[in-house]
């Protein structure tokens, strides 16, 4: 057995990483509420004690899981992008088994749609914003946050249609086939403006004076705004 995400042989992991391994691949294919400790205990060649030792709980292993794969993705981003990745087949190869692993687990993470999922995706969004802050300044957004958001939902969105994305190219996007389609088909996307900067502008113009012509959003009951000055404060 090998390890999923490159490096040493399964076997030389120390027992809290082939726990973690065995716990990623297992969620990827049941979820969470399908993989049991038992399973995850089995597939990792421990015991179910050694498991809760570890992680305490099923729950907080699923967010050591989410913790370590995002974080893996990210720095693969990196290798990728920063570090010259994209053009050496090699890496590229190498790492493709780990990408189809953090695939299949963010996929299902987001059909389950468990609340683990939801901070997943803020994690996600929080992370993107950063390394396009510390990577990418030339981009210019008025708002970054939701440049972030939007980026995360459309990449995440390919996964929770992963049924139907991969009807449409006759290939399963989560396979090594379809991936390969799936990834050209993004490095297509993202290398051709859609909107020339002139219509960009136009756009960004056109939205300003929507904004300018929206009410004033009501403060909600009970916030902080509503009622300073009332009689309330003043009746202690």
């Given at each position: 057995?090998?390890?999923?995400?490159?490096?040493?042989?399964?076997?030389?992991?120390?027992?809290?990483?082939?726990?973690?391994?065995?716990?990623?691949?297992?969620?990827?294919?049941?979820?969470?509420?399908?993989?049991?400790?038992?399973d995850i205990a089995k597939e990792a060649g421990v015991s179910s004690g050694l498991v809760r030792h570890h992680f305490g709980s099923k729950h907080a292993l699923r967010d050591a899981c989410d913790a370590y794969m995002l974080e893996r993705l990210m720095r693969i981003k990196e290798d990728a992008v920063l570090k010259g990745g994209m053009a050496d087949p090699g890496m590229l190869l190498n790492l493709h088994p780990t990408v189809l692993l953090g695939y299949r687990y963010f996929a299902r993470a987001m059909v389950d749609g468990s609340p683990g999922a939801a901070s997943t995706f803020d994690d996600m969004v929080r992370l993107t914003q950063e390394w396009l802050a510390a990577n990418d300044k030339?981009?210019?957004?008025?708002?970054?946050?939701?440049?972030?958001?939007?980026?995360?939902?459309?990449?995440?969105?390919?996964?929770?249609?992963?049924?139907?994305?991969?009807?449409?190219?006759g290939a399963d996007i989560l396979g090594p086939e379809g991936n390969?389609?799936?990834?050209?088909?993004i490095v297509d996307f993202y290398s051709h403006a859609l909107l020339s900067p002139e219509l960009a502008a136009q756009a960004h113009a056109a939205l300003d004076q929507l904004r300018a012509q929206q009410?004033?959003?009501a403060a909600e009951p009970g916030s902080a705004g509503e009622g300073a000055g009332d009689d309330r404060g003043d009746s202690r």
């Open positions: 057995m090998t390890h999923p995400v490159g490096g040493p042989a399964f076997e030389d992991l120390t027992a809290r990483a082939r726990i973690r391994d065995a716990a990623l691949r297992l969620f990827a294919e049941r979820g969470i509420e399908g993989a049991t400790i038992r030339d981009h210019v957004t008025a708002d970054p946050q939701g440049y972030a958001a939007v980026l995360v939902a459309m990449q995440s969105g390919l996964l929770v249609m992963h049924d139907h994305v991969s009807r449409a190219l390969l389609r799936l990834i050209g088909a009410p004033p959003t």
